[in-house]
């Protein structure tokens, strides 16, 4: 098993500029997350995802769009990157809910992708 | 918002000694995790104590829950430098939705 895979690891974007951000899994999790890591301000969570065809925003959803067409993989979009942006974007993926169980279980880490915006 | 707020920023200790971080967040949970990250990784992972537990433990690590006093602490025993890494707690909130709400974390420093 690969687990959580991202594509790229590195890029750098203009002002303006737009690119996706590929994250994917193999374990036949339901629920996938997408997060960004600022020195100091330690995990943020941008958009989320319980299931394909379905997605949520999180904490910090401006700027930022994502789409869940197949179960094993979820795309951040930005349409027009700005320096505020500039950020280590990280993807995560958990079980589905058990038993009727709302509780939230173990996230597994991609590792990462390293985004700078001139 | 942060929800968890790790104490402290920053801990540097020799090898071989304990290292103890703290982490308080301010709602009701249903569970808190704590997750390590090495320089330049994604989190990983190590243990996840359930809001109706007070302890638990996993080799090395032993995690403590005071739901009444809405705090947290993870206990490394016997560091050694491949310890070196970021800690972060994490909670799921009770009616917060699918998701965790990741503090600011504890960087370690284990040194020879």
């Known amino acids: 098993n690969a687990g959580v895979t991202q594509t790229p690891k590195f890029r750098v974007l203009k002002t303006g500029q737009s690119m996706t951000l590929l994250c994917a899994q193999d374990?036949?999790?339901?629920?996938m997350y997408w997060y960004r890591q600022d020195p100091g301000m330690g995990l943020r969570l941008i958009h989320y995802s319980v299931g394909e065809g379905t997605t949520a925003k999180g904490e910090v959803p401006d700027g930022y769009n994502v789409s869940r067409l197949k179960k094993q993989n979820f795309l951040l979009g930005l349409e027009s990157a700005a320096p505020s942006q500039t950020s280590v974007y990280f993807c995560a993926s958990s079980y589905p809910i058990r038993g009727g169980s709302s509780f939230q279980e173990t996230q597994y880490f991609g590792p990462g992708t390293r985004l700078l915006v001139l | 918002s942060q929800q968890g707020e790790e104490d402290p920023q920053a801990l540097s200790i020799q090898e071989g000694e304990n290292a103890t971080m703290n982490c308080s967040y301010k709602t009701s949970i249903n569970n808190l995790q704590w997750y390590r990250q090495n320089s330049g990784r994604g989190l990983v992972h190590l243990i996840l104590i359930r809001s109706n537990e007070r302890e638990k433990h996993s080799g090395r690590l032993r995690v403590t829950l005071d739901t009444s006093k809405k705090s947290s602490s993870l206990l490394i025993t016997a560091s050694r430098a491949a310890d070196t890494a970021s800690y972060f707690c994490a909670t799921d909130e009770t009616g917060g939705g699918n998701k965790l709400t990741f503090g600011t974390g504890t960087q370690l420093k284990v040194e020879l």
């Open positions: 374990m036949n999790h339901e629920y």
